[in-house]
């Protein structure tokens, strides 16, 4: 049985987001990352997030509970390559509290740290 990651990226979980999710290393690209993190809410991964959040930024607790992310939709990306140390990925999240329908949108900031991709921090509409 495959099963579609929940980025929306339309690849199969495990040729996805699910060996980011293992070992965050793999993430070759800011938006690699960006799409990791989304999952790793749709599915309740926090280590994955607390593990990726950059540790001058990174709060104590990294968790969402309540919230059902149901799309992400990649807006843009500006660096974040590679060969970059850093990296800028706008996108638009939605998610449901209860029976609200709610989206995020966000331009968030990555910076290559020890060698891998990390979540800075981002602007908020």
Same mark, same amino acid.
């Given at each position: 049985?495959?099963?579609?990651?929940?980025?929306?990226?339309?690849?199969? %979980?495990?040729q996805?987001?699910?060996?980011?999710?293992? =070992?965050?290393?793999?993430?070759?690209?800011?938006?690699?990352?960006?799409?990791?993190? %989304?999952?790793?809410?749709?599915?309740?991964?926090?280590?994955?997030?607390?593990a990726?959040?950059?540790?001058?930024?990174?709060?104590?607790?990294? =968790?969402?509970?309540?919230?059902?992310?149901?799309?992400?939709?990649?807006?843009?990306?500006?660096?974040?390559?590679?060969?970059?140390?850093?990296?800028?990925?706008?996108?638009?999240?939605?998610?449901?509290?209860?029976?609200?329908?709610?989206?995020?949108?966000?331009?968030?900031?990555?910076?290559?740290?020890?060698?891998?991709?990390? %979540?800075?921090?981002? =602007?908020?509409?």
């Open positions: 049985m495959t099963t579609l990651c929940p980025c929306g990226s339309g690849r199969n %979980y495990d996805c987001c699910g060996p980011i999710l293992d =070992d965050p290393r793999r993430a070759e690209t800011a938006e690699a990352l960006m799409r990791s993190r %989304y999952t790793a809410n749709a599915l309740g991964r926090w280590n994955h997030l607390w990726t959040w950059h540790p001058r930024t990174r709060p104590d607790v990294v =968790d969402a509970q309540g919230l059902k992310w149901t799309k992400l939709q990649i807006l843009s990306t500006t660096q974040g390559q590679p060969g970059d140390t850093t990296g800028v990925v706008e996108y638009r999240a939605s998610y449901q509290v209860g029976k609200r329908h709610e989206v995020l949108h966000e331009v968030s900031r990555f910076q290559r740290r020890a060698g891998r991709w990390m %979540y800075v921090d981002g =602007d908020i509409d």
